[in-house]
C-alpha cells in the first residue's frame, strides 16, 4: 500500500461574524495517499473547496474559526499538523509541498505581469534560482503542459491566451517546484469538452510522472470517472459517502450521491423531466439503469417522431441569410484593414416557430458572436437577419431597440449581467419600463411577482441584491427579466455551462416548463452537446465561423457525419454506465 500523504482528522470550522455564526465544515475525515487521486464531489456550498483551503490555511482567522480537528500532511517520513505552523512556515508549504490549481484562472493570474514572470517567480522564491534558470525551467514547463509556442507565451499577459491556455498557465504554476500534493480546485468548469478532456489527461499524466498525491474538487460526477481512484462525496459541510469510482458509479448508497449521478442529461431522453436533489432526499427515487447500446436506440426512436417534422413544416419566424461578422486585426496607417478574422463567416439557416435549436461548439468558433448578431448587439458586417419576415441586420437603432422587445437574450454569466446596485425587483421591471409593458408600478410590480413565482423563488426576494442570491438563483432572475417583456424569441447563451449538475437540471427543467406555458422559439448556445441534444429539436454544429453540421438533435448525436461532431461528443465524459 502506498504511503500516506494526508490526513485530516474530525475537522470543523465555522463562519463567525457579529451577527451570525455559520458551520461550513462538520467533522471532515479523509485520506490521500502518495500517488493518488482522490475527488472531492459535491455542489456550490457542500463545503469541498473551503476543506481545500483550510489544507493551505487560506482562509482568514476570523471570520473563520478552527473548531476543531487536524490536518496531518507528511515530509520527510514525519507527520506535521498544518493547523499548528506558523505564517512563515506555512509559506514554506505553499506552492512547494502542496500546490493549488484555482478554478478561475483570469481572477488567480496577475493582469499586469507576464505569464512567464508569475511562473518564474514561483520557481525564485521557493528553489532560490537566477532569473536565467528559472526562465529556462519555465520554458520546459510551458512544453509540458503541451502549450503552443513556450517562448512566446512566456512574454504574452493573461488576457491574450484563451481559458484553456490560461489553465495550462496555472498547471504550470503548480508544478513548478515539484509538490507532493496537488490541490485541483474545479480545474475545467465552463471549459469545452474537448479543452476540460485534454487537462483531465494532463493532470493524470504529470501526477503519475511525478507520483503526486492529487485532490480533485469538482461538482460533477462524470468527470470523476475520466480521472479519480477514489470518491469522497460531500453533503452540506460533512462527508456522506466514500468509495472507489466503480463503487459509487454501480452501487451509490447516499440518496445525495443517487441524486448526482441521476441528474446528469447523458443519462436522460429529451423531453424528459430530469430528476433534482429534492427528488431524492424526500423520495425513493430509481436510478435509471440501461446501456449505452439501450440508451441509444431509445433516442433513435425518438429521432423518427413528428415533433421536429411539424416544426419543418411552419414557417420561418427566423431567417438568416449569408451573415458575415468580420473583426479587423491589423490596419495600415491609413486606416485601411489588412487583415480580418473571420469570427461568423457567411452563416444561413432557419428557425421555425416553437422550436428549439441548439448551436454547439468550442470556444472561438463563433457561437456567441453569432447569437449577439443576431440581435444586434454585435454589428454584422454583411448578410441579411429576417426576423418574422423583417429585416432587423439594416434598421435603424431606435427601430432596432424596439425590436429586442420581441427578442431577448440570456447571458453566460448570471452576476455580470445584472447591476449590483439595484435589487432584483427593479432589475426585472427594468425592461417593462423601457418598452412600456403596463401602465404602472404596481401592476409591473404584482408582474414581476408573478415571474418570481414561475422560476421558483419567492415574492421575499423583490428587495434583495444579486450578491445575496446563488449562481442558480441569479441564473433564474435572468430568465424572469427575459420572460417579463413576453419575448417571440429567446437566445440562451451558454446559460447552464457554469453550473452544478443539479442547478442545472433545475434551469433545464424550467425552460421546459416556461416554453411549454410561453411558447416561446429559442436558440441554446452550449459546448455541451449532452446538455443541447436534450433540450433541442435540432443541433447546428459551429466551427471556425462556419456551420459544420446540422440536422435533428439525436441525428446530429448518436450518428454524426462529420470529424469535428464526433470529436466532441467523444470528448463528453458519460461516467460509468452499466
Same mark, same amino acid.
Not at 105 to 129: D, F, R, Y
Not at 168 to 174: D, F, G, L, Q, T
Not at 200 to 226: C, F, P, R
Not at 305 to 322: A, F, I, M, S, W
Given at each position: 500500500?502506498p504511503?500516506?500523504?494526508? *490526513?485530516?482528522?474530525?475537522?470543523?470550522?465555522?463562519?463567525?461574524?457579529?451577527?451570525s455564526?455559520t458551520?461550513?465544515?462538520k467533522n471532515v475525515s479523509?485520506?490521500?495517499?502518495?500517488?493518488e487521486i482522490?475527488?472531492i464531489v459535491?455542489?456550490?456550498?457542500?463545503?469541498k473547496t473551503? #476543506?481545500s483551503l483550510?489544507?493551505?490555511?487560506?482562509? *482568514?482567522?476570523?471570520?473563520? %474559526?478552527? =473548531?476543531?480537528?487536524?490536518?496531518? +500532511?507528511?515530509? &520527510?517520513?514525519k *507527520?506535521i499538523?498544518?493547523?499548528?505552523?506558523?505564517?512563515?512556515?506555512? $509559506?514554506?508549504?505553499?506552492?512547494?509541498?502542496?500546490?493549488?490549481?484555482?478554478?478561475?484562472?483570469m481572477?488567480?493570474l496577475?493582469?499586469v505581469?507576464?505569464?512567464g514572470?508569475q511562473?518564474?517567480?514561483?520557481?525564485?522564491?521557493?528553489?532560490?534560482? /537566477?532569473?536565467n534558470? !528559472?526562465?529556462? %525551467?519555465?520554458i520546459?514547463l +510551458?512544453?509540458q503542459v503541451q502549450?503552443?509556442?513556450p517562448?512566446n507565451?512566456?512574454?504574452?499577459y493573461?488576457?491574450?491566451? =484563451?481559458g484553456?491556455?490560461?489553465?495550462r498557465?496555472?498547471?504550470?504554476?503548480?508544478?513548478?517546484? /515539484?509538490?507532493s500534493l496537488?490541490?485541483?480546485?474545479?480545474?475545467?468548469?465552463a471549459l469545452?469538452? #474537448?479543452v476540460?478532456?485534454?487537462?483531465?489527461?494532463?493532470i493524470?499524466?504529470?501526477?503519475?510522472q511525478?507520483?503526486?498525491g492529487?485532490?480533485?474538487?469538482?461538482?460533477?460526477? =462524470?468527470?470523476?470517472?475520466e480521472?479519480a481512484?477514489?470518491?469522497?462525496?460531500?453533503?452540506?459541510?460533512s462527508?456522506v459517502e466514500?468509495?472507489?469510482?466503480?463503487?459509487?458509479?454501480l452501487?451509490?448508497?447516499?440518496?445525495?450521491?443517487?441524486?448526482?449521478?441521476?441528474c446528469?442529461?447523458?443519462?436522460?431522453? %429529451?423531453?424528459?423531466?430530469?430528476?433534482?436533489?429534492?427528488?431524492?432526499?424526500? #423520495?425513493?427515487?430509481?436510478?435509471?439503469?440501461t446501456?449505452?447500446e439501450?440508451?441509444?436506440?431509445?433516442?433513435q426512436?425518438?429521432a423518427t417522431g413528428?415533433?421536429?417534422?411539424?416544426?419543418?413544416?411552419?414557417?420561418?419566424?427566423l431567417k438568416v441569410? &449569408?451573415?458575415?461578422?468580420?473583426?479587423?486585426v491589423?490596419? &495600415?496607417?491609413?486606416?485601411?484593414?489588412l487583415?480580418e478574422?473571420?469570427?461568423?463567416?457567411?452563416?444561413?439557416?432557419?428557425?421555425?416557430?416553437g422550436?428549439?435549436v441548439?448551436?454547439?461548439?468550442e470556444?472561438g468558433?463563433?457561437?456567441t458572436?453569432?447569437?449577439? !448578431?443576431?440581435?444586434?448587439l454585435?454589428?454584422?458586417?454583411?448578410?441579411?437577419?429576417?426576423f418574422?419576415?423583417k429585416?432587423?441586420?439594416?434598421i435603424q437603432k431606435?427601430?432596432?431597440?424596439r425590436? $429586442?422587445?420581441?427578442?431577448?437574450?440570456? +447571458?453566460?454569466?448570471?452576476?455580470?449581467?445584472?447591476n449590483? $446596485?439595484i435589487t432584483?425587483g427593479? !432589475?426585472?421591471q427594468?425592461p417593462?419600463k423601457?418598452h412600456?409593458?403596463? @401602465?404602472n408600478n404596481?401592476? $409591473?410590480?404584482?408582474k414581476v411577482?408573478e415571474?418570481l413565482?414561475?422560476v421558483d423563488l419567492? *415574492?421575499?426576494?423583490f428587495?434583495r441584491?444579486?450578491?445575496?442570491?446563488?449562481?442558480?438563483?441569479?441564473?433564474?432572475?435572468?430568465?424572469?427579466?427575459?420572460?417579463?417583456?413576453?419575448?417571440?424569441?429567446?437566445?440562451?447563451d451558454?446559460?447552464?455551462?457554469?453550473?452544478?449538475?443539479?442547478?442545472?437540471?433545475q434551469?433545464?427543467n424550467?425552460?421546459?416548463?416556461?416554453?411549454?406555458?410561453?411558447?416561446? #422559439?429559442?436558440? +441554446?448556445?452550449s459546448?455541451?452537446?449532452s446538455?443541447v441534444?436534450?433540450?433541442?429539436?435540432?443541433?447546428m454544429?459551429?466551427?471556425k465561423?462556419?456551420?459544420?453540421e446540422?440536422? =435533428?438533435a439525436?441525428?446530429?448525436?448518436?450518428?454524426?457525419?462529420?470529424?469535428?461532431?464526433k %470529436? @466532441?461528443?467523444a470528448?463528453?465524459?458519460k461516467g460509468?454506465v452499466?
Amino acid at each position: 500500500m502506498p504511503p500516506l500523504l494526508l *490526513q485530516i482528522k474530525n475537522l470543523s470550522v465555522d463562519f463567525e461574524t457579529e451577527y451570525s455564526s455559520t458551520s461550513a465544515v462538520k467533522n471532515v475525515s479523509l485520506e490521500i495517499n502518495k500517488g493518488e487521486i482522490v475527488a472531492i464531489v459535491g455542489e456550490s456550498g457542500s463545503g469541498k473547496t473551503v #476543506t481545500s483551503l483550510l489544507i493551505l490555511q487560506l482562509l *482568514q482567522s476570523p471570520p473563520a %474559526k478552527y =473548531s476543531s480537528g487536524e490536518i496531518l +500532511f507528511s515530509k &520527510n517520513d514525519k *507527520q506535521i499538523n498544518l493547523l499548528q505552523l506558523s505564517e512563515q512556515e506555512m $509559506r514554506d508549504i505553499r506552492g512547494n509541498e502542496i500546490a493549488m490549481i484555482f478554478q478561475e484562472p483570469m481572477t488567480s493570474l496577475n493582469p499586469v505581469q507576464t505569464c512567464g514572470s508569475q511562473v518564474m517567480e514561483a520557481i525564485q522564491l521557493h528553489e532560490k534560482k /537566477n532569473k536565467n534558470s !528559472a526562465r529556462k %525551467k519555465t520554458i520546459e514547463l +510551458f512544453e509540458q503542459v503541451q502549450l503552443p509556442n513556450p517562448v512566446n507565451i512566456l512574454d504574452r499577459y493573461p488576457h491574450q491566451l =484563451s481559458g484553456g491556455q490560461k489553465q495550462r498557465v496555472m498547471i504550470a504554476m503548480a508544478m513548478s517546484c /515539484n509538490p507532493s500534493l496537488l490541490i485541483a480546485d474545479e480545474p475545467t468548469t465552463a471549459l469545452d469538452v #474537448t479543452v476540460q478532456k485534454t487537462i483531465l489527461q494532463l493532470i493524470k499524466n504529470l501526477q503519475q510522472q511525478h507520483e503526486m498525491g492529487v485532490i480533485y474538487i469538482t461538482h460533477d460526477l =462524470s468527470l470523476v470517472a475520466e480521472i479519480a481512484d477514489k470518491v469522497i462525496v460531500m453533503y452540506k459541510g460533512s462527508v456522506v459517502e466514500t468509495g472507489s469510482v466503480k463503487d459509487i458509479f454501480l452501487n451509490a448508497q447516499h440518496p445525495y450521491t443517487k441524486a448526482l449521478l441521476a441528474c446528469r442529461p447523458v443519462l436522460h431522453s %429529451k423531453g424528459k423531466r430530469l430528476p433534482v436533489v429534492s427528488d431524492f432526499l424526500v #423520495t425513493s427515487y430509481k436510478l435509471p439503469v440501461t446501456s449505452n447500446e439501450q440508451q441509444q436506440t431509445g433516442n433513435q426512436q425518438l429521432a423518427t417522431g413528428n415533433n421536429v417534422r411539424t416544426l419543418l413544416e411552419q414557417k420561418p419566424v427566423l431567417k438568416v441569410q &449569408n451573415l458575415k461578422v468580420y473583426f479587423p486585426v491589423r490596419k &495600415n496607417f491609413f486606416g485601411k484593414v489588412l487583415l480580418e478574422f473571420k469570427a461568423v463567416d457567411d452563416v444561413s439557416f432557419e428557425i421555425m416557430k416553437g422550436e428549439t435549436v441548439g448551436l454547439v461548439g468550442e470556444s472561438g468558433c463563433g457561437k456567441t458572436t453569432l447569437g449577439r !448578431a443576431l440581435i444586434r448587439l454585435i454589428e454584422p458586417t454583411a448578410g441579411n437577419i429576417l426576423f418574422d419576415g423583417k429585416d432587423i441586420a439594416h434598421i435603424q437603432k431606435n427601430e432596432m431597440r424596439r425590436m $429586442r422587445k420581441n427578442i431577448q437574450i440570456i +447571458f453566460q454569466d448570471p452576476y455580470g449581467s445584472l447591476n449590483p $446596485r439595484i435589487t432584483i425587483g427593479s !432589475a426585472i421591471q427594468e425592461p417593462m419600463k423601457i418598452h412600456g409593458l403596463l @401602465l404602472n408600478n404596481k401592476q $409591473r410590480r404584482d408582474k414581476v411577482m408573478e415571474l418570481l413565482e414561475k422560476v421558483d423563488l419567492k *415574492q421575499e426576494h423583490f428587495n434583495r441584491y444579486p450578491h445575496e442570491f446563488s449562481g442558480g438563483q441569479r441564473q433564474r432572475i435572468c430568465i424572469a427579466r427575459a420572460l417579463g417583456l413576453n419575448p417571440q424569441f429567446l437566445i440562451c447563451d451558454e446559460s447552464v455551462s457554469a453550473l452544478d449538475v443539479s442547478v442545472q437540471a433545475q434551469v433545464l427543467n424550467l425552460l421546459n416548463d416556461l416554453k411549454k406555458e410561453f411558447g416561446f #422559439t429559442s436558440i +441554446f448556445i452550449s459546448h455541451d452537446l449532452s446538455v443541447v441534444r436534450y433540450i433541442s429539436d435540432r443541433i447546428m454544429v459551429m466551427n471556425k465561423g462556419r456551420i459544420e453540421e446540422s440536422g =435533428s438533435a439525436d441525428e446530429v448525436y448518436f450518428h454524426p457525419k462529420e470529424e469535428y461532431t464526433k %470529436k @466532441l461528443i467523444a470528448s463528453i465524459p458519460k461516467g460509468i454506465v452499466v
